[in-house]
């Protein structure tokens, strides 16, 4: 690890961008395709572009940010407080950027698509959300990789879980919570209010940017 990574307490910015709709997509490819790609030995072409879509999420926060680790169908990244990272409405810009690269992914592969079953044709109903919390953290040395610990680690991925979709009217969009808002200097104007409530946590206030 460098220096500026070296294990130990930290505080600063958690970002996790995740892909909608990637496990029921997935699992319907799977069983569509059960008998003739998987059977040969081939994977379908969906595996290919989620990965895709995995890489160009990457390539638009990591950085600024510091890639943490890939979650299946998302990319969990962070921030140390002195780290030069997007702030104000430049954080809206930068999520807003990797939502754009993200739709125009999935178009392009969708123009190319080489199957039209049902199971493939789901592709549509992919989407991204972001959620930005802040907070203290531990970088501690695990198997050899780093992991981040802590209750706002927990706390940054419970917050995938909540009603911004119903609020805003569709899964693509950004919450950032009042920790990372007051950290990072993001207004308020255009985000929707929302409070969410959590087992063994006070409520948790936030605003929900929609990015469509």
């Not at 501690?140 to 995938?160: D, F, N, T």
Request: charged content about 20%; proline content about 6%.
């Amino acid at each position: 690890m460098t220096p500026s990574l070296s294990a130990g307490p930290a505080s600063g910015p958690l970002l996790l961008a995740d892909i909608s709709g990637y496990t029921g997509f997935l699992q319907a490819v799977a069983h569509a395709h059960r008998d003739d790609a998987f059977a040969g030995g081939n994977v379908p072409d969906a595996y290919a572009l989620v990965s895709s879509l995995l890489d160009g999420i990457i390539e638009r926060v990591a950085p600024p940010f510091t890639l943490a680790k890939l979650e299946g169908d998302a990319v969990f990244a962070f921030a140390r407080g002195e780290d030069p990272v997007p702030r104000g409405t430049g954080l809206l810009a930068c999520l807003a950027s990797c939502y754009g690269a993200f739709r125009e992914r999935l178009t392009g592969a969708r123009d190319v698509w080489s199957c039209r079953c049902d199971a493939c044709a789901r592709v549509d109903s992919l989407d991204l959300k972001f959620v930005v919390h802040a907070g203290g953290y531990v970088v501690q040395s695990i198997g050899g990789g780093r992991e981040l610990v802590g209750p706002e680690v927990v706390m940054a991925h419970r917050l995938l879980k909540n009603g911004a979709a119903n609020l805003v009217g569709h899964p693509a969009y950004a919450l950032i919570t009042e920790a990372a808002a007051a950290a990072l200097d993001v207004p308020a104007a255009g985000g929707l209010e929302l409070t969410e409530t959590y087992e063994h946590y006070p409520p948790i206030r936030a605003r929900v940017y929609a990015l469509r």
